[in-house]
């Protein structure tokens, strides 16, 4: 079964630098999301994307985040200048229309 | 707003008994009600949705949920535990079902006693 795949599983970033965590979606899917998981807390959405633009965005969505798919394969979360608390699961989801959505297996950023 | 609230942090089950794990729903309009599944060091899995039709939904690996409007509650269920059942369980709403985004609770973790 296609699955959604995310790297790297673990980034270890100091406090103030720049990260990109990257998904490949499955294939054939039309919307991406993606969510994040502080330790021992919800999941929590952060954004969604559709036809290349960005359908909607939580308050945690801030313009230190962006998203961007920049070759029709690859679908990436960057946070341009990292705070501590941003350490947390991220997950990347995609689905086709009217269909569950399905996740990566996450990756874990943990900030210094 | 769509909010789901799961009661219990932890649910226990003897392998073999039946398990439910509750879930109760806040929503304006219709309801879009998942199941999602976590085992360790893995992302979620879809398990079952409801969106319309009959209230007792069937999903992957022998689980169930039912539907109450009444009690606004979409419990999991199985009829019979196994060990392999052990994980965090999810239940999630959204607004019109695939591709909008997910509200989740707070998740369950299940234990399965051999």
């Known amino acids: 079964e296609p699955e959604v795949t995310q790297t790297p599983s673990h980034q270890v970033t100091q406090m103030g630098q720049e990260v990109i965590l990257r998904c490949v979606p499955i294939?054939?899917?039309?919307?991406f999301y993606w969510y994040r998981q502080i330790l021992g807390q919800k999941v929590e959405f952060l954004v969604s994307f559709y036809n290349n633009e960005i359908s909607e965005k939580s308050e945690i969505f801030d313009d230190q985040f962006s998203v961007e798919r920049p070759d029709g394969s690859n679908f990436t979360l960057k946070i341009r200048s990292t705070k501590l608390e941003d350490s947390a699961m991220y997950f990347c989801a995609s689905s086709d229309t009217d269909q569950p959505q399905h996740f990566g297996d996450g990756t874990r950023l943990s900030i210094l | 707003a769509q909010s789901v609230a799961q009661p219990e942090d932890q649910v226990n089950v003897a392998e073999g008994n039946p398990l439910t794990v509750k879930c109760t729903y806040s929503?304006?309009?219709?309801?879009?009600l998942f199941w999602y599944v976590q085992y360790p060091n893995r992302g979620l899995q879809f398990l079952l949705k409801?969106?319309?039709?009959?209230?007792l939904v069937k999903g992957s690996y022998g689980f169930e949920a039912e539907f109450n409007k009444s009690q606004t509650s979409f419990h999991l269920k199985k009829p019979s535990a196994l060990v392999s059942d052990s994980a965090l369980y999810f239940c999630a709403v959204n607004r019109w079902g695939g591709d909008d985004k997910i509200i989740f609770g707070k998740g369950t973790r299940l234990h399965i006693l051999p």
């Open positions: 294939s054939n899917h039309l919307y």
């Open positions: 409801y969106i319309t039709g009959d209230n």
């Open positions: 929503v304006s309009g219709n309801p879009y």
